[in-house]
């Protein structure tokens, strides 16, 4: 089945500090949008990616990725995209031409995903789950709690509940779809208005459809703040040497 690649691009970046659009900071000198490229291009079955880049920089980004050396059989489109994250994804999905069946959604900012867990995604959707995501045990114990109001974010807060570790799982990208499946749930989402999902597969979730987990991987880690800058460079320095 033909797969195609969606990645949201277009966020600004905010946790990470003032600098260019996250997508375009760079790691060890490349921008993190080529090394996420390269992730899913590095897939056989990844016939076509689009990317969903900063409405700003569009055609920046339009240039960047005109001089990088992809593998012949990987297309390459790049469309602006919107205010949030789901809006991003549902302007990707409309890039995509009808002959596409899976469909994986992947964030810019998980630049290091190995291509062992792309392909196990792709795998697992071929093997018949409309919706597969990867994912990762928790490390630390979680506490649901009471948030302290807006504008006291320190103060203490009451807990509460304590999920039982051991059944959650957090949850990282390349996410993979039966085409129709995602393109069903995104139209149903934004019908009602909601932009409530922070994955996909949430959207998916709410359809009322079958979502599985796959392993993920520790170097699928999302950057996200200064420190995971660190981390990455650290990861990519590992593999060079
Ligand atoms: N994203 C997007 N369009 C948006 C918001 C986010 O395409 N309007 C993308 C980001 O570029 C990123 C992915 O969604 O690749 C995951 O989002 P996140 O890590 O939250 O990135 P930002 O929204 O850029 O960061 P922040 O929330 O700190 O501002
Ligand atoms: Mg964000």
């Known amino acids: 089945p033909r797969t195609a690649a969606v990645i949201p691009a277009a966020g600004r970046g905010v946790r990470l500090g003032p600098g260019a659009p ?23 079955a990844v016939t076509l990616v689009v990317v969903v880049a900063p409405p700003d920089d569009a055609p920046g980004v339009k240039t960047l990725l005109t ?3 992809l593998p012949d059989r990987t297309d390459i489109a790049v469309v602006p995209g919107g205010e949030t994250r789901q809006e991003s994804v549902r302007l990707g999905l409309e890039a995509i031409p009808d002959d596409i069946e899976i469909v994986l959604v992947h964030d ?16 697992a959707v071929r093997d018949g789950a409309p919706a597969v995501v990867p994912a990762l045990p928790l490390t ?10 807006p504008g006291h974010p320190t103060d203490p807060e009451p807990v509460v509940a ?21 393109v069903n749930a995104h139209r149903t989402m934004a019908a009602a208005g909601g932009d409530g999902a922070t994955d996909c597969a949430g959207m998916v979730e709410r359809l009322g459809a079958p979502v599985v987990v796959v392993p993920g991987h520790e170097e699928a880690f999302k950057v996200t703040r200064p420190l995971d800058l660190v981390l990455a460079e650290a990861v990519l320095a590992r593999r060079r040497a």
């Not at 810019?108 to 795998?123: G, Q, S, Y």
């Not at 949850?171 to 085409?179: I, S």
């Open 22 to 44: 996250k997508a375009l900071r760079t790691l060890n000198g490349t921008p993190m949008l080529i090394h996420a490229v390269r992730a899913m291009a590095a897939s056989r």
């Open 108 to 123: 810019a900012a998980r630049p290091l995903v190995p291509v062992d867990t792309v392909d196990a995604v792709i795998e």
């Open 140 to 149: 630390d114990t979680v506490k649901e709690v009471e948030p302290a109001p």
């Open 67 to 69: 001089d990088l050396a």
């Open 162 to 182: 304590t999920p039982e570790r051991a059944r959650l799982r957090a949850v990282q990208t390349p996410q993979g779809f039966d085409r129709d499946t995602l």
